[in-house]
């Protein structure tokens, strides 16, 4: 009887073993939102950028306006997107916001004034704040992390779903340029609009399927709970938002996710530099090179971030970044140069969305983290949303980007060296953290 029943258990346990792991299916559901959402729409929208300006001569400065408009806005409403998630179904603000973005983007196949971008670009940022930001930072990605440690991914689950948007972005920039060259720039905005949509409504629409105010419904929520990721001891531990806003290290970690963000922006600028340098014929792949390492840079980021700490794979980002930067710099039109330049720069791109998460939770704990990275995310935004402005009217005062470039040096360094102060400082705050709560024996956070 006995040999029956353990015979029994052992086939039910191989059974269970063999069923998909309800994590795998949120991790697929992230991949398609970030490969429709940030690779389509957001990421490919630099090769638009030429022939645009090629066709209705618009400066590049007042024309790269519209990507600040675009982030001033997506930044005023990922307030109110919050607000919104324990009250609607993620199910319906994605969804919603996918559309509503698909049909701004899609719309500026129709504009010939400038003013017109900068309407479209407001309607787009409110969009994406739900479209592409909210599952990014909601607690439904705690979910997935916890059920991530489950199946074996830890961190790593952050960087295979975030390299989506890079695979997006990689097919997307010379699908793209390929379109303009066949159809026009005017009717390929509505077919890179209509693939974001299609990409990620089936997902959107049939997975999300819970309010992230209660997290026990969504998937793998039950197996979750019993992993240390979930544990209450975890959740609780860390400081408050309350100190942490207060305190140098917290004004190191924004100052550095903001300069990140900034660097990044370049990346829209890509397909112009290119023909600023006389390579136009292979504008439309510096992008697209950029994306592919960017797929590899989040994996890679999310293991070193485990292996070394966020701290040290952060600092290695920033060095291969100015690297980058310099390629960029000294490459005076060589193709080879500046392609390894795109590549290395694809890696700095990755941070944003793999190190900037791993950053805020390894200096201030997870008791406050949601708090303290959407204050985090509002910094990476605003700023962001300037970089290009930037660029473009540094580029109209100079007749180059070779000051821009320089500015991409200078924030990296500086932002390297925020990191070394920030994070030291954090330390100091997480021990006085754990002193006060009473949990004096508690593991330090790595470094």
């Known amino acids: 009887m006995r040999m029956r029943q353990h015979t029994t258990n052992q086939t039910g346990g191989e059974r269970r073993s063999r069923r998909l792991h309800p994590a795998w299916l949120i991790l697929i559901a992230c991949c398609f939102l970030q490969a429709g959402g940030m690779g389509t729409i957001n990421n490919a929208a630099g090769i638009m950028v030429p022939a645009v300006l090629g066709d209705l001569q618009f400066s590049q400065g007042s024309f790269m ?3 600040t408009i675009q982030g001033l806005c997506m930044t005023a409403a990922l307030p109110v997107a919050g607000k919104l998630l324990p009250k609607v179904s993620m199910r319906v603000l994605v969804s919603v916001g996918m559309v509503a973005a698909a049909l701004a983007f899609a ?6 004034a400038v003013w017109q971008w900068y309407v479209a670009g407001a309607v787009l940022g409110v969009a994406a704040a739900f479209a592409f930001l909210l599952p990014a930072n909601a607690p439904w990605w705690l979910v997935m992390l916890g059920a991530a ?4 991914l830890g961190k790593m689950a952050f960087g295979i779903a975030m390299a989506c948007s890079g695979i997006g972005g990689a097919v997307m920039n010379p699908l793209g340029g390929a379109l303009i060259q066949s159809l026009g720039w005017r009717p390929t905005y509505a077919v890179l609009a209509l693939i974001a949509a299609v990409l990620v409504l089936p997902f959107s629409l049939l997975v999300m399927r819970f309010k992230p105010a209660d997290p026990r419904d969504a998937y793998g929520a039950d197996e ?3 992993t240390p990721a979930s544990s209450g001891a975890e959740t609780a531990s860390g400081v408050s938002a309350s100190r942490a806003v207060r305190s140098l290290a917290f004004a190191c970690v924004f100052l550095v996710a903001g300069f990140l963000s900034l660097e990044s922006a370049f990346l829209q600028l890509m397909p112009t530099y290119a023909g600023t340098v006389g390579l136009a014929a292979v504008a439309a792949f510096l992008p697209s090179i950029a ?8 994996l890679v980021l999310g293991w070193l971030a485990d292996a070394v700490g966020p701290r040290n794979a952060t600092l290695c980002g920033f060095g291969v970044g100015v690297t980058a930067f310099a390629l960029f710099l000294a490459s005076n039109g060589n193709v080879g140069m500046v392609m390894v330049a795109a590549a290395l720069f694809g890696v700095l791109t990755a941070m944003v969305t793999v190190n900037v998460p791993l950053l805020v939770r ?5 008791k406050d983290y949601g708090t303290l990275f959407s204050y985090v995310s509002i ?3 605003l700023v962001g949303s300037l970089g290009i402005s930037v660029y473009g009217f540094l580029f109209d005062r100079f007749g180059s980007y070779d000051p821009g470039l320089m500015l991409g040096i200078g924030t990296g360094v500086a932002s390297a060296a925020l990191l070394l ?4 400082t954090a330390k100091r705050l997480m021990g006085a953290a754990h002193v006060r709560s009473g949990a004096v024996q508690a593991e330090e956070p790595a470094f």
């Open 65 to 67: 306006l519209y990507f």
């Open 107 to 112: 719309s500026m196949g129709q504009f010939n």
């Open 149 to 152: 440690l489950a199946i074996g």
């Open 224 to 226: 979750v709970e019993d």
């Open 291 to 298: 994306m592919i390492s960017n797929i590899v840079g989040k």
């Open 362 to 366: 390894s200096a201030f704990g997870s």
């Open 379 to 381: 910094g990476t935004s």
């Open 421 to 424: 102060v920030g994070m030291a």
